[in-house]
């Protein structure tokens, strides 16, 4: 008989322990509708019998379940927005989700200028667009890409997204068939792992150190797959303060990498949210900057100006450029217009170079504010990450533990932090957990912190 529960579960039965990965937080896709995360908290003080009885409505399906696809299995539900709604609990300081700080932003300015739009542009701005996104965008990306070092890129080959999560979206579709391998970092973005599972692609690590992913692993990786007969599409990989880990790829590392996918004809998927947020110094070349032909760049507003307007792009090899933005295309039909020209009179009405130079010195400062309190606070065996921008410091506990069940502890205690099995294809427990600091104030990060210590210190002590 089939397991009730879905394919990527490790569950075979109701009472098998919880997966690490579906099953977060009890992921209300394994419960029916008016089953809610809170209803199953609660569930732990209930009879024997009640426990049971949602076990069994959980575990019939219903009629339609048959007619899902095969890929519908492969879907999860990200562990960062499974906290989301947890994090927003009174009194909780949540050092779970990596959010830009927007409050530094100009928002008056904004909504006059949002305004002017529609009423002086609105039959444009309202209207359908062009599948690619329009020009002026395209153009002022080049130049966002000529700060971040790409100093060839062309508005031709740039193709408008619904920030970089539709980028790895569409590349996905486009090289991906079901039982293709896909080479990420480990650890590396838990919406790219939901995405590339849903495809049906087989995940496979490769391995980092501080100074970010390993060459040598990364051409042994690919040797052991290819000799057992395996296609490998891409390597996905975030070389700036990677998320969830905060490490940075090492400049002499960075042609290494290109050069080893390329002689395995390999393309990399290069996603780069982060790139301008370093809090000292220039960006480092990114891995695009002098491989035009093997190198898919993903870009973002998300985190240089604002999430909610859902704009990123695609810098596409010249020679891909069609496929990709066809499929874009396909799905989105055109981003939205309005959204792209309010981006596009904050590039050239706004200083944004001088906000960047804002949020650097803000994460910068909380950045410090993190790193000063797991020094005070932290329990002798924990280590941690020390990064030189972005939004996440990554935190390792002794081995042995799983951080996911202190989650639940840490919630208990005041405090939310996301676990780090999250950030990994694997279904094994983790000893490790992600910290983001991005949008929270310095005297809230060094509270949280010291919530969370003693959860850990009691975790370390039972081993």
């Known amino acids: 008989m089939d397991s009730p529960f879905p394919r990527c579960c490790a569950r075979t039965s109701p009472q098998a322990p919880i997966c690490n990965r579906c099953c977060f937080l009890g992921n209300p896709r394994l419960y029916p509708v008016g089953v809610s995360h809170e209803t199953i908290d609660a569930a732990g003080t209930l009879p024997a019998e009640a426990i049971d009885a949602i076990e069994r409505a959980a575990t019939s399906a219903h009629r339609h ?25 009174p009194g909780l300081v949540s050092l779970a989700g990596g959010s830009p700080y927007l409050q530094s932003l100009p928002l008056e300015r904004l909504g006059a200028t949002a305004a002017r739009i529609i009423a002086e542009d609105g039959l444009t701005a309202l209207q359908y667009g062009t599948g690619q996104g329009t020009l002026e965008l395209r153009t002022q990306i080049c130049d966002v890409m000529a700060a971040e070092g790409i100093m060839d890129a062309l508005p031709q080959n740039v193709v408008i997204t619904a920030g970089s999560q539709s980028a790895q979206d569409v590349a996905t579709k486009v090289f991906c068939n079901p039982g293709d391998v896909v080479l990420v970092e480990d650890p590396t973005y838990v919406g790219a792992l939901n995405t590339f599972e849903s495809y049906q692609v087989q995940v496979e690590t490769v391995g980092m150190d501080e100074s970010g992913l390993v060459p040598e692993l990364l051409e042994a990786k690919i040797a052991a797959l290819q000799l057992s007969g395996k296609s490998i599409k891409f390597l996905y990989t975030i070389p700036n303060f990677n998320n969830p880990s905060g490490i940075t790829l090492a400049k002499e ?6 050069d080893i996918c390329r002689k395995a004809n390999i393309l990399v998927l290069e996603d780069n949210p982060y790139g301008l947020l370093r809090y000292s110094g220039e960006p480092l070349p990114p891995l695009r900057a002098d491989n035009a032909d093997d190198v898919i760049y993903m870009g973002s507003f998300s985190k240089i100006f604002a999430p909610g307007l859902r704009i990123g792009w695609a810098l596409v090899p010249e020679h891909l450029q069609r496929r990709y933005y066809l499929a874009a295309e396909s799905v989105t039909l055109c981003p939205p217009t309005l959204n ?6 904050y590039l050239r009405d706004y200083d944004w170079k001088g906000q960047i130079e804002t949020y650097r010195s803000l994460y910068a400062e ?18 941690w990450t ?22 639940h502890k840490a919630i208990d205690a005041g405090v939310v932090f996301i676990p780090g099995a999250a950030f990994t294809p694997s279904d094994e427990p983790s000893n490790k957990l ?7 104030p310095p ?6 912190v010291r919530r969370l210590a003693p959860v850990l210190q009691e975790a370390i002590a039972a081993l």
Do not use: H
């Open 253 to 258: 590392r960075r042609q290494q990498v290109v």
């Open 434 to 440: 992600r910290l983001a600091f991005s949008a929270v």
């Open 340 to 345: 792209q020209m309010l981006v596009s009179a």
């Open 386 to 407: 020390t990064p030189e921008g972005g939004f996440f410091v990554w935190v390792t506990l002794p081995e042995g533990l799983d951080t996911y069940p202190l989650l």
């Open 65 to 89: 379940e048959e007619l899902f696809s095969d890929r519908a299995a492969n879907i999860r539900q990200s562990a960062v927005r499974d906290v989301f709604d947890i994090s927003m609990r």
């Open 443 to 448: 005297e809230a990060i060094t509270e949280g």
């Open 366 to 383: 909380r950045c410090q504010a993190m790193l000063a309190a797991l020094k005070e606070f932290m329990p002798a065996g924990t280590t």
